[in-house]
């Protein structure tokens, strides 16, 4: 058994107000806690990593591709969830007029190297619409935590 306590477990702040703590886990699945700000939205992205998100608060959106020229989305509400396939392309969105708080599962597991990564290559290329996800490596503790701080 290997408990995570959220008081101290690593923390990224991709964006002002955006803020994904994470849980338990391995290198099979991950668990972030995420606050995202009313307005708030992901940019369009996709990873290796099959995604179910869980909403604990508030309201989002998910929004993945068209169909029929139109952008397909979800509206999700508290304990609604959304299961998203990997490479599928996909933003999401607070839509509510609150601060929205969820729960994100992704298998396999990533660390924080997959939006660490991405902020360094999009500064080394230029290029902000980057969408080549990383799986990241867990720590040897399986949580994904590192001893020295912060990644």
Known sequence: MEPVEFASAETYEPEAGWRRVSL???DRFSFEWFEKPPGHS???HNHENEQVCLVVEGELTVYTGEENGETKSVSLGPFDSV???SWESHRIENT???TAVGIDVFAPGRSFDFWTDRADDDADSGDSDDNSGSNGDRSADGGGHEDDGPE
């Open 83 to 85: 299961w998203l396939g």
């Open 42 to 44: 992901s940019p369009v």
């Open 24 to 26: 338990a886990g391995s």
């Open 96 to 98: 509510g007029s609150g």
